[in-house]
């Protein structure tokens, strides 16, 4: 970010051109008459300039102390950006092109969040909606092969700078083909119009380039719980922890992978359904996959430094999209899943099975919350019966989400923690599975006995955000 006086000045906010000369005089005389009657808008820590480049420095030359406002800490990127252009984009004289190529940074940058979203929602299980667009391009461009971006989002981002979608979209061919004419544009000193003829002009007259080879890329091999062998393309960077998002995962900051799949086969399952659906990330669906290549994870992530006094930021929830411990996991899987835990101690692990049973006898990390999903009557005795002989770990914890139906537990007092959620709609096989809420009754009871156990109890958001979400009651006498 470039710099103005003490400020960084937001990058969206500088695409806008800065007025000059007889413009900036009128302002400065404005101020020195008026005082600023707009005042300069920052972001929450008053560290970025986010509107008032020009107000700023008209307030500097006049001598004159710049008024401020100061946005809360609430408003995301995207919703900075929309600001910057609606405060902008109707009080400039731009050129066509001008707008174009700020259509063009804000249909980029909106790319960008939503597809940090679409990997946020695949890692973390919130649910997950893909949108689908066709191109459509004006009749005189239709054809032209420079031209075959999205044109849907073209026009979206044309008219919220007030132009076309195919003005967005000759931008876009300028600044991939030609860069030194869309700053040009930019500088209002050449038209969109004839920046692209030119460009026309100068793929006509070029050879058409063999085309490069496309570089090869580095496979690893993984195998599924039976043995088979999976090719999956190496990641770039070190492995790491995801950060988890949304209120799907709302008892820890991070998620971490080193087995993916699971054969329950619960129709509710939200992870079976993201796996089947994208095959990209998950190349054999639900299959049970170990992703060796992931183990590091514990010892290559870091906490944020404004985070590190916060304590959930220690805490990861292993194999959000697998059963780590289900019957079918190799022992091998799960002494290598371990052994990277103990190796890392600063990490508090939240480990999760329906297969409780397992976890006697094994080697846990001290620094884990140890817990078991029951979803049904049969699950309780198997919980209750293998919690009674976990020791040494940092907290035992029992998740009931989703609550299907009424449980009765005999003792509650080996755990230390009680999570109660919702079912929410999934899709599984092409088939809705609706969304079901608990009655109040069965979680009331759930949580009195929870407490007189010493159990500390925490409800899913879901239980109340959801659809139908749970009915408080709301009873009134006859």
């Not at 030119?198 to 496309?214: C, H």
């Not at 359904?273 to 990209?280: L, V």
């Not at 198997?382 to 998740?399: M, N, P, Q, T």
Request: proline content about 8%; aromatic content about 8%.
């Amino acid at each position: 970010m470039n710099r103005l006086g003490p400020y960084e000045v937001h990058p969206f906010a500088e695409l806008f051109p800065l007025i000059e000369g007889e413009e900036f005089d009128e302002m400065v005389q404005n101020i020195k008459e008026h005082g600023l009657q707009d005042p300069v808008l920052l972001n929450h820590d008053r560290t970025v300039l986010i509107d008032g480049r020009n107000r700023y420095r008209a307030c500097q030359a006049a001598g004159i102390e710049p008024t401020y406002i100061v946005l809360p800490e609430s408003y995301t990127d995207m919703m900075i950006t929309d600001l910057i252009v609606s405060k902008n984009v109707m009080r400039r004289q731009l050129t066509i092109g001008q707008r174009a190529f700020i259509g063009l940074a804000y249909k980029e940058r909106f790319a960008k969040n939503a597809e940090q979203r679409r990997l946020d929602i695949l890692r973390h299980g919130n649910g997950v909606s893909e949108a689908t667009s066709r191109d459509s391009h004006n009749d005189g461009d239709r054809d032209d092969p420079i031209l075959r971006i999205p044109g849907r989002s073209n026009d979206k981002a044309g008219n919220i700078v007030g132009t076309s979608g195919s003005s967005v979209a000759r931008a876009h061919a300028i600044s991939q083909r030609a860069p030194e004419l869309g700053e040009k544009v930019k500088a209002g000193e050449m038209s969109l119009t004839a920046a692209y003829g030119e460009l026309k002009q100068r793929d006509t007259e070029k050879p058409k380039p063999e085309p490069a080879p496309k570089a090869s890329q580095v496979m690893l091999t993984l195998r599924t719980h039976k043995g088979e062998e999976v090719p999956y393309p190496k990641p770039e960077g070190k492995a790491s922890f995801n950060q988890t998002n949304g209120d799907g995962i709302s008892w820890a900051r991070w998620s971490w992978n080193p087995v993916t799949g699971c054969l329950h086969g619960c129709d509710y399952c939200y992870a079976r359904e993201i796996a089947s659906r994208f095959k990209d990330v998950y190349p054999v669906g639900f299959t049970p996959l170990f992703h060796d290549e992931r183990l590091a994870a514990p010892a290559n992530t870091r906490i944020p430094e404004k985070h590190r006094d916060d304590p959930s930021w220690r805490r990861v929830f292993v194999c959000s999209m697998a059963d780590l411990y289900g019957r079918w996991v190799p022992d091998e899987w799960i002494s290598s899943v371990h052994s990277a835990m103990h190796a890392a101690p600063d990490w508090e692990y939240l480990l999760l099975t329906k297969f409780p049973a397992r976890y006697v006898g094994l080697n846990l990390p001290p620094s884990a919350w140890v817990g078991t999903s029951v979803d049904e009557q049969k699950r309780v005795r198997i919980a209750e019966d293998a919690f009674r002989k976990i020791e040494g770990v940092k907290v035992k914890w029992l998740s009931l989400e989703p609550l299907k139906e009424p449980l009765e537990f005999s003792d509650l007092s080996m755990f230390d923690w009680v999570v109660i959620g919702a079912q929410t709609e999934t899709f599984q096989s092409g088939k809705k599975v609706p969304a079901f809420a608990p009655p109040f009754d069965w979680v009331a009871r759930l949580v009195v006995q929870a407490h007189e156990a010493g159990c500390r109890v925490h409800l899913k958001p879901n239980l109340f955000n959801g659809r139908p979400g749970m009915q408080i009651p709301d009873e009134y006498p006859i």
